[in-house]
């Protein structure tokens, strides 16, 4: 029999070398329309090529997961009306963390809609500031959007709850002090599925972690993250950009098969372990002065 080992090796090493291009930014999809798409559902794709943006429906309105940019608005509310939803429905707004390519709509959005706006306690401040008044990472101008009221200042494990629907923030600091990873249950098919739509465990490029003064816990709270992350039930396995979970390559199975593309437990397992690995090397760097 042929042993197969080096070969599963080689693509594994190959996805983790993908994964950690991925998890550098490519600005140039940020903007650029995609086809919106049910996941599962009442759970719904409403972002860009890359900057993902999440549809939760209910009969009482529904809620919207991460504005994007403030360019991203009119794609976000092109895409909810292509799938036969009232963009004045969305009565909740929440957001992964407080950086530009997530939130930096949500002022017009609530305008438009007069949703409300709730945000993780540790990044609310930012988010009513504009942002950062001065970079943590020492470049990048991600940390600078319009400032916007929050209405409700989350806490980890809290439950939004509209309709039907039940999302549980899930404190995953570190690429921000409150970013957010969202999880809920949605009924596919009379099956109940576990989503996860990861916040961020990247360490940015810049990012400090050592001796870091304006975020001494930096290093500290990514730890947690990573511990939090692999504790989670998933069977859906979503975030913040579609290429954390390889969004495009899913879409294009949508409908070849039986099977729900977007279910992937072994692959989310597999990015958290990267990223994990990804930050313990950057750590271990910034320990060593190198």
Known sequence: MTDHRPLQTLLFFLLLGFWGVASA???SKWTEPFPPHRIAGNLYYVGSRDLASYLITTPEGHVLINSSLEES????????????????DI??????????DHCAGSAEIVKLTGAKYWVMAQDADAVEGGGAKKSRVGKGDYTQFPPVKVDR???????VKLGDAVLVARLTPGHTPGCTTWTMQVKDNGKALNA????????NPGYVLVGNKN???????????????KSLPVDLFLGAHGAYYSMEAKYARIGKSAENPFVDPEGYLRYVTD???????EWEKQKKGK
Not at 73 to 86: C, D, H, M, Q, T
Not at 91 to 100: D, G, K, M, N, V
Not at 196 to 203: E, F, K
């Open 25 to 27: 930014q490519d600005t």
């Open 73 to 88: 608005v009119p794609l976000i509310r092109a895409s909810v009306e292509k799938l036969g939803f009232k963009f004045a």
């Open 91 to 100: 009565r909740i707004l929440l957001i992964s963390h407080a950086h530009s």
């Open 153 to 159: 200042r989350l806490k980890d494990g809290e439950e």
């Open 196 to 203: 996860v739509i990861i916040g961020s465990p990247n360490v």
């Open 215 to 229: 975020y001494p816990g930096i290093a500290t709270d990514y730890e947690k993250t990573f511990q939090v992350l």
């Open 275 to 281: 990223r994990e690995g990804a930050f313990l090397a």
